[in-house]
Every structure is written in C-alpha cells, then in structure tokens.
C-alpha cells in the first residue's frame, strides 16, 4: 500500500457565492481585504458609504447603480416620497435619558399649544362680534350616557309620586324634623367628634351612643319619641367609614361609604363656630329617579324655613355620584362679589344601597343596590 500526501489530493473546489457587503464595525481590523475567487470587486470606501447613506434614505444609489426599484419598474427616484424615520422615546434604554427626552417633549407641547391659543385669541379679537362662538370642551359629566329615569319637573307620574311617597308628610308641612345621631359600638374620639360637629350643622339633632342596642331596638324607641330620622356613623381603625340615613316611620333607609372626613380643626382658613341659625339647604344634580329620591330624603332632615341672617349653608353636591357636602358662611361684598368662608365638616357619600321601609339587614327588600361588575362598565355612565 502506498501513501498519499494529503497534499497530493485534488479535491474540486465550489463554486463561489458573490460576496455581501457587511457593516463598518469598529473592532474589524481596517487592513486590505482579499475577496474570495469568483467574487465581485467591492467598490471604495466613500463610494460605499455614500451607498449606504442613500440606500437608508430610500434606495436612490441602488436605483443609480441598476439595482434599485427604478430598473424594477418602480417609480424613478425624483418623484418617490422619503419618509422620516419614525422615533419613540419608549425606545431609549437609558432611564435618565428617556426621561429628559419625554420632559422635552411635553415642554414641546405645552409651547405649541400656547402658541395655537394666542393664535385664536388674536383671530377672535380681530373678528370682534363677528367671532364664532367657542366650543364646548368635552367631559365626562356632557358626555354622559342618557338615563331613561331622568326626572321631569313637569311629568304628572313625577308629581303623583311626590304627593303619595314616605316624604309627603314633611313637604306638607305636617311633620317637623327632630334627628337622633349615633354611632356603631364603642366609637373611637374622632367618630365622637363628628358627631358632635355634625349636630351643630342639623337642627333640632340630638347625639346618644349605642351601648350595645341593636338598631332593630332602637327603631321603635326613636318612633316612640317622635324622630323623623336615624343617623348611624359607622367607622373602621378609629376612622368613620360608613353612614346610615333611616327616615322614619316607614324608610327608605339609604347606606352610604364615607369617605375624605374632614374635621373643623383639620379645614385651612375656617370661619369660627357655626351659630344656632337655620342653615339654608342647595341640593345639586340628582336628576334621575333615584337621585330625587336622595335630594328629598337629605331636604327632609332640615326644616322649612331658613333664618337667612345666619348665613349659612349646607350643599350636597352630587357629581359622577358622589355626594359631596359642604357648610359654609356667605358675606355679600358688593352687589356683584360675595365672599364664603367654609365652616365645617366636610365628608364624602357614596351610595351602596337604597332599602324600602326601616332598617332590615335580612328580610328587607333593596330598591337599589349598587353592584361594580355589572354597573360600572362604562365612566360615562351614572345612577344619580
């Protein structure tokens, strides 16, 4: 057997592919390159990059060389549209960086945004009478979903109903208001001191504490006493957490989530201490059946005639049902100022349930229960 040199082989060699023009990166060394046989000449360095910078623009030098769309059919490269390159500040990695970016970018905005209001600004004073009218921004509260029981001052089914529910006797005039506030079982000092604050806001209200009574017992002993309404002010961690609005004899009884408590002393530039004057009573933007219902159940805790040389009063403000309300006092500083000055306390209802007759926590049937799965699908749709 005789050996052979494995120089001596000749093994056929294959075909050569052209060679493809890779990227300048800086760790290739810089030295003279050899193209493999049967490869194409690379053409020179400024004539590549400035092949590279066109075809990033759009293709213009492979259309110049014969390689581009133009010799494809495609339109010549004095008529094709080149697009910016499209950028995101979410696409910055450096954190410090993209947050200077996107400040940048709402300084930008803020600028241009200014510039366009002057710029309507001087078109409507150059216009004078003749300017259109400005539109109406748009919000939640004008974008909202229609509700099919909107109250009609005007409908006669609203009047009969007004006659004939459980607050008749008070708009009548047959009944005057009396209130007993209470709390749940052993209230903390700052539940106590709500309540007492608020008895200074309602008149004719009177303050007692639970000692264990369940509201079942203290129901009948309210009617006995001839009060027209319970007040119980629940709390959680020492903080009041919950109210429930039992008008009596015969309900509704309204639970509501309290929320955002804010005492006298915790309220900046407050007046000094309410006076015993009949406050005034607003009741704002409950227009659906239900809203009224709850206008008329606050209305009747309050009694008819306001003594308006106190000048005070109490709003309950109804806005994407929430009831916010507020006691201040008013001073008239001209005939076109006037001055208010917040009193105290303020807090925050938001409704949970609306039960037919007094308190029954088992066998009472619900008017309304608020429900978040089903009812809260939409933010533009309200129940109040």
Known sequence: MTLVSPFQLRIPLAPATPARSLPHSPDRPQGPRTAPPGACAAPPRGAEAKGQGSVGAGGSAMAEHGGGPAERGGPPAEQRVLFPPTFSVSEIKNKQRRHFMFLRWKQQQRKEKLAAKKKRRKEREALGDKAPPKPIPKTIENQRVYDETTVDPNDEEVAFDEATDEFAPYFNRQ??????ITTSDRPRGRTVRFCEQLATVIPNSHVYYRRGLALKRIIPQCIARDFTDLIVINEDRKIP???????????????FRMSSVRLRKEIKRKGKEPTE????????????????SLGRMFASLFPHDPQFIGRQVATFHNQRDYIFFRF????????????????GPRFTLKLRSLQKGTFDSKFGEYEWIHKRREMDTSRRKFHL
Do not use: C, M
Request: charged residues 20%; positive net charge.
């Open 175 to 180: 009944t005057v208001p009396k209130i007993l």
């Open 277 to 292: 004057h009949v406050p005034e009573v607003i009741l704002n933007n409950f227009t659906t059946r239900l809203g009224h």
């Open 328 to 343: 201040h006092r008013y001073i008239f500083k001209s005939e076109k100022k006037v001055g208010i000055q917040e009193l």
């Open 241 to 255: 957490n919950g109210l429930v609005l039992s008008h009596l004899p015969d309900g509704p009884t309204a639970h």
